[in-house]
């Protein structure tokens, strides 16, 4: 149980184009999701909390017209990222909340972004 | 905002060595978490602890959570190969927003080379 998956699972793109990365809770539903953006041997950044059915709370300093999250449905949350840049390039990672009281996430398997 | 501090971030030993991470905080969480994440992948959840003193096994993993909930410790006995990856610790809360965010600590980078 607590199957969480992420499409696609790597994409390039050229600069200036937008890039769109689903986040699906397989086997529950999920009312809160989290996207987190990862550096290479660095710890998880979180840049937004996804609520369904309301707009997403996003951390101190990422910008939400550039990170356009949606959460349409309680299996379904996704990630824009518009007029992307090489510096957007990077490992991004969705995670659920479980259904247990101790906030306990359940990630997906992560997007490789690179931004040609 | 609480914080989480982890200890040692880079870790790289021989096959069948010992080795314990820790992960130390001066406030107190209700429980804190355990992820292993191997690379290109996500972080998967190894084990929650809840009660102060608490000790929990997984293989030869022990983990261990201070009688004061704010500390948190990873032992793992007889390292192999397949252990490889960051280990990081998290427990509820963040600053601001959502009641139900995590706040991780920076990870423990572990290498166990054959």
């Known amino acids: 149980g607590a199957v969480v998956s992420q499409h696609p699972s790597r994409v390039i793109c050229k600069s200036g184009t937008s890039v769109k990365i689903e986040c699906r809770s397989l086997?529950?539903?999920?009312?809160?999701m989290f996207w987190y953006r990862q550096f290479p041997k660095q710890s998880l950044m979180l840049m937004a909390t996804?609520?369904?059915?309301?707009?997403?709370?996003?951390e101190q300093g990422v910008e939400k017209d550039k990170f356009l999250i949606n959460h349409a449905s309680l299996t379904l949350s996704t990630l824009t990222v518009t007029s992307a840049h090489p510096e957007d390039s990077s490992f991004y990672i969705c995670?659920?909340?479980?259904?247990?009281?101790?906030?306990?996430?359940?990630f997906g398997p992560g997007t490789r972004l690179t931004v040609l | 905002t609480q914080l989480l501090e982890q200890s040692p971030q880079f870790l790289s030993i021989q096959e069948g060595e010992n080795l314990t991470v820790y992960c130390n905080s001066s406030?107190?969480?209700?429980?804190l978490q355990w992820y292993r994440q191997e690379p290109g992948e996500g972080p998967v959840l190894l084990v929650t602890?809840?009660?102060?003193?608490e000790v929990k096994k997984l293989k030869r993993l022990t983990f261990q959570f201070g009688d004061a909930r704010k500390d948190s410790s990873l032992h793992i006995t007889a390292a192999q190969p397949g252990d490889t990856g960051l280990y990081l610790c998290?427990?509820?809360?963040?600053?601001?927003?959502?009641?139900?965010?995590?706040?991780f600590g920076k990870g423990t980078l572990l290498t166990v080379n054959p």
């Open positions: 602890v809840v009660t102060g003193g």
């Open positions: 996804s609520n369904e059915g309301s707009k997403a709370t996003y």
């Open positions: 998290a427990g509820p809360g963040g600053s601001g927003g959502s009641n139900y965010k995590l706040t």
């Open positions: 086997d529950f539903q999920a009312t809160t």
């Open positions: 995670s659920a909340r479980g259904l247990a009281s101790y906030n306990e996430q359940f």
């Open positions: 406030s107190v969480f209700s429980s």
